[in-house]
């Protein structure tokens, strides 16, 4: 069964864009929006802090660079899912969505991995072996929604590769 968008959502909305575009933006916006309350909140705590810990001392910075990396590397390939779907090519499409859900997937890991090796560092929310207990509390409340962030995009993501793979698009 073909679907396609019903046509309400395509005719120009009162900012002269398609409703899904306006949600997408207001999507992005609110995502963008909640980001920065709370990475401000951080540096709010942090100026604060009589002590904060060093980040190279408590964190394996060739994970986390890893991890950037495959962020940015999942970014470009999702850029090349959108442009090859634009083209109308949809196995390209399909193998890019696969490709940047295994980067979601890989970051996902990997935030795992240092989420249990900062917990068993003795990290919790409340407490943390390296002095002010805001470090950690900051750490699981800004790494686990972006860790959310990150698990919806691939679940989103796995739908739509889903449905393509369904013949749901025409």
């Known amino acids: 069964m073909d679907t396609t968008i019903q046509q309400d959502h395509l005719e120009p909305s009162l900012f002269q864009t398609t409703s899904i575009k306006l949600g997408m933006w207001l999507f992005i916006i609110s995502d963008a929006l909640t980001f920065t309350a709370l990475l401000t909140g951080y540096g709010f705590m942090r100026s604060l802090s ?34 090859a779907a634009r083209n109308r090519n949809k196995d390209h499409a399909i193998r890019f969505l696969l490709a940047t859900i295994a980067g979601g997937l890989v970051f996902l890991g990997c935030q795992a991995y240092e989420w249990t090796h900062f917990i ?19 750490f699981f409340v800004i790494t686990g929604f972006h ?13 739509v590769a889903l449905r393509a ?6």
């Open 50 to 83: 009589p002590r904060w810990p060093v980040q190279t001392e408590v964190f394996d910075m060739r994970l986390i660079t890893f991890m950037t990396f495959m962020l940015i590397s999942s970014s470009a390939v999702m850029a090349m899912a959108v442009a």
């Open 120 to 138: 068993r560092e003795g990290a919790t929310p409340f407490s943390n072996p390296w002095g002010v207990p805001q470090f950690s509390s900051s």
């Open 165 to 170: 793979l369904l013949n749901k698009y025409k």
């Open 147 to 159: 860790g959310l962030h990150v698990l919806s995009g691939v679940v989103l993501l796995a739908t």
